[in-house]
């Protein structure tokens, strides 16, 4: 995450491929066949009736969501079988299916594509697609009492997950039975995992002196976690801007053994490794620089500092080194830990006056927004020579905004955040 605004995410649905028709058992006629189950949200299918006084075919549909997908970006597949019942064969069979929209979204993204290949070839059946958000699959003949299945799948490039991918699909014959309601089924995919960013908070900062001071060598984060799952996936942090266009940030990620990580980073693709150490090259799969230090006792309740210096620069230096630490602010003689170190040209500048922060989870297997655990987190007002701060902007934001329980106190220039299910927050 490495913008200063707190932006949400946006939705976008990719291929579906409608693959895999292969001869099944024979079916009961009469049978009905339901795929209902608790991690699953799918409708009865619906049964053409046997009538043995008329000429005419009949279809059944069942539709079964594959299980819950952890990562957006994997396929999700649909198993699709068709019932022949009765003793009649169906005639010109058409299987048709869409994406209906996740609840809460007005449209599917313009990028929507479907296509339709059927595999092994030569089966009789035939498949294509609109390019939008439907299949369709055809055969001449669906022979009685026998089963078709048929697996669909959808490329998924959702860029946020607890969502719903829900699918409905609908058959017809020459020679259904027209009394009968036409057959169909639904289904829904949850996609699971994190939540991203949930809540941001903005400071501005002001320089004072003669003359004013418009950007700073030095800054300290001070950040108070009060509360939070003893697990890792979650992180707290302040961004700030190096010049006009070079961002990166400061932060605090809990981790699974009561301890706790400082991580500094920077993007841009002139940035250097200066702690060989703690850091890498890359930052959030862009150019820059990662910088990452664990074990770090965490005490809930305390707040700790975290500073992002530079080095002092000598005339005719061309790189100025920056770096990240982290102290525990009710522990002032203790040492402050250094989480890294990179450089970066000395013609980008200094720290500048916006600063960013959030609160994200990056890592868990949510499926609903709801389901997110109690957090509480005081971002302190930034600390700088020559300046003051004040709060500029905080909510909540992101794929869960108003969904959160999100809360927010400011203390003067110190904003205290949280979200989940509600808890005490005397301390």
Not at 68 to 75: E, F, H, L, Q, R
Not at 212 to 217: A, E, K
Not at 336 to 351: D, F
Request: glycine share 12%.
């Amino acid at each position: 995450m490495q913008h200063l605004s707190t932006v949400g995410g946006a939705l976008a649905v990719a291929q579906l491929t409608v693959s895999g028709f292969i001869s099944l058992p024979t079916s009961t006629p009469g049978s009905f066949r339901s795929n209902e189950t608790a991690d699953h949200t799918i409708e009865a299918p619906t049964m053409h009736g046997i009538n043995p006084f008329l000429d005419t075919a009949n279809l059944q549909l069942t539709l079964t969501p594959e299980e819950k997908v952890a990562d957006s970006g994997k396929p999700v597949t649909y198993k699709l079988q068709i019932h022949s019942i009765g003793t009649k064969d169906a005639t010109t069979v058409k299987i048709s299916g869409k994406l209906t929209l996740p609840i809460g979204r007005s449209s599917l993204q313009s990028n929507t594509k479907i296509s339709a290949v059927l595999t092994p070839p030569g089966s009789g059946w035939h498949c294509n697609g609109d390019g939008t958000s439907h299949f369709e699959c055809g055969i001449d003949t669906l022979a009685a009492n026998t089963d078709a299945s048929l697996d669909v799948q959808i490329d998924t490039t959702w860029d946020q997950v607890l969502s719903d991918v829900p699918m409905q699909v609908e058959a017809s014959a020459a020679n259904l039975d027209p009394s009968n309601p036409m057959p169909t089924a639904q289904g829904t995919i949850v996609l699971r995992g994190a939540a991203g960013g949930v809540i941001g908070v903005n400071h501005d900062m002001s320089g004072t002196g003669s003359p004013t001071r418009t950007s700073w060598s030095s800054m300290t984060f001070p950040i108070t976690i009060h509360s939070s799952p003893v697990v890792d996936g979650w992180f707290f942090a302040r961004q700030f801007a190096i010049g006009d266009k070079h961002g990166g940030y400061v932060g605090l990620q809990p981790t699974a053994d009561g301890k706790q990580r400082g991580v500094f980073s920077i993007w841009g693709a002139e940035a250097k490794i200066a702690d060989n150490q703690n850091c890498h090259s890359g930052a959030d799969n862009d150019p820059g620089v990662s910088c990452g230090l664990r074990g770090v006792d965490l005490v809930y309740g305390h707040p700790y500092n975290l500073t992002v210096k530079q080095d002092p620069i000598a005339d005719g230096d061309m790189m100025a080194t920056w770096r990240g630490f982290v102290q525990d602010g009710d522990e002032p003689t203790s040492i402050p830990l250094q989480i890294g170190a990179w450089s970066v040209p000395v013609t980008w500048g200094e720290l500048t006056s916006h600063i960013g922060g959030f609160v994200e989870q990056f890592g868990g297997e949510l499926e609903r927004c709801e389901q997110i655990p109690h957090v509480d987190v005081t971002f302190g007002a930034p600390e700088a020579v020559d300046s003051t701060a004040k709060i500029s902007d905080v909510g909540d934001y992101g794929v869960c905004k108003g969904k959160v329980n999100y809360h927010g106190e400011a203390n003067g220039a110190d904003q205290r955040v949280s979200l989940g299910p509600s808890q005490s927050t005397d301390e």
